[in-house]
């Protein structure tokens, strides 16, 4: 196990739990949310802001990083927190849910995979041991080990093939990754759907024993009500002293009830996207700043928000930027979705903490029935 590196449980309520995962770049308070920062920027915001938002914790990707600017010259140029102005906790994920999703001419044995960049089409191969490399280069706080990760739905058989590879890619990844203090490696739940399989998955991992465990192989084309139904026991074939980090998810109400059924942790590009294309999340709902009701709102966009965003600009002024493709409209509805994930993630750790989690729950969702809710 690494040194500097431990997760404190602090309370649970019922399976939703609060703790702090320490690493010597500093506390993570769980449960957390990562912003995505996939290219060493989490887009259209400086890392100054992203912490003001209450990150802790940022993720990074190998897949991207490995292809340009490469993992070697960000090394050289003094690790990944250096290059890219970021003090606190990085996650690297392991590169395997890019290969399947982006990559060309993808071509998997049980080595690893070899493929074509989708940016330029050279040719590249990803296996444990070079992922492993890749995020040491990096200088990753938390790596996340080797995996396949399968497209839903796939066949039973299929997803059983997946997962019994990435298994042993599993324990390739943990060789690979030897004895580094300080520095964290996660396992990663595979099985799709399956109980069966996610247990045999899960007990596999524990034999290896990581550092902490994700459950991953979701938020790929199952829907929400499969998810959560995955959600009802995979966290609970995991190390109850770990964390446990839900991979790629996800909306708002994916993130809640995610941390009901006992996640810790989870990542996704949504808030960056949204925020880019005009897609706000509030506490009514969701915003589309693009459409004509809000060209002569001066309201903010959630009164309740100390966001920039919102103590200093109208919805009539983020439409308008918006419409008129400014840069700042990118800005600041991204810095807005930053800072409501995050509100919403120190209101489930207040919550937990003093056993009023199912209250906050009901509130949350009584609050997104009152309007502002809009047509994507």
């Known amino acids: 196990m690494s040194q500097n590196f431990s997760f404190s449980l602090n309370a649970t309520d019922g399976k939703a739990r609060t703790g702090v995962i320490h690493t010597p770049r500093g506390d993570i308070r769980t449960p957390a949310f990562m912003p995505v920062g996939t290219a060493a920027t989490v887009k259209a915001m400086m890392p100054e802001s992203v912490a003001a938002t209450g990150a802790d ?46 990559a060309e001419l993808r071509q998997l044995t049980e080595k690893g995979v070899t493929f074509k960049s ?71 739940q595979q099985g799709g759907v399956t109980q069966d399989l996610r247990e045999e998955s899960a007990k596999a991992l524990r034999e290896i024993d990581f550092d902490g465990y994700a459950v991953g192989g979701l938020a790929v084309g199952e829907g929400q009500e499969a998810m959560f139904g995955v959600l009802e026991y995979a966290p609970d074939m995991l190390p109850k002293d770990k964390p446990r980090y839900l991979m790629g998810v996800g909306k708002p109400d994916d993130i809640v009830g995610a941390v009901k059924r006992g996640i810790d942790m989870m990542d996704c590009v949504l808030p960056s996207r949204s925020g880019r294309t005009g897609q706000v999340f509030t506490r ?90 809009e047509p994507v």
């Open 118 to 188: 989708h940016i330029d089409g050279s040719k590249h191969e990803l296996t444990p041991e070079r992922s492993m490399e890749i995020q040491r280069l990096l200088g990753s706080d938390i790596v996340m080990c080797f995996d396949e990760c399968p497209a839903l739905p796939a066949t039973d058989m299929a997803v059983a093939e997946s997962m019994r590879m990435s298994m042993r890619w599993a324990a390739r990844s943990k060789d690979a990754f030897g004895d580094r203090p300080g520095h964290a490696l996660f396992g990663i």
């Open 284 to 373: 009514r709902g969701v915003i589309n700043i693009k459409n004509a009701r809000h060209a002569d709102d001066p309201r903010p966009l959630d009164e309740h928000c100390t966001c920039p965003a919102c103590s200093h600009y109208s919805r009539a002024y983020l439409h308008h930027v918006f419409r008129a493709h400014e840069m700042i409209s990118g800005m600041l509805l991204t810095w807005h979705n930053l800072h409501y994930f995050q509100e919403i993630m120190q209101g489930m750790r207040d919550a937990i903490a003093v056993g009023q989690f199912a209250d906050w729950e009901a509130g949350f969702h009584a609050g997104r029935t009152q309007g502002d809710i």
């Open 57 to 102: 914790i940022l993720l990074g990707n190998t897949y991207h990083l490995m292809l340009r600017p490469t993992a070697e010259r960000i090394a050289r140029l003094g690790g990944l927190h250096k290059f890219m102005n970021w003090s606190k906790p990085i996650l690297t994920d392991s590169g395997g849910f890019q290969v399947m999703s982006l």
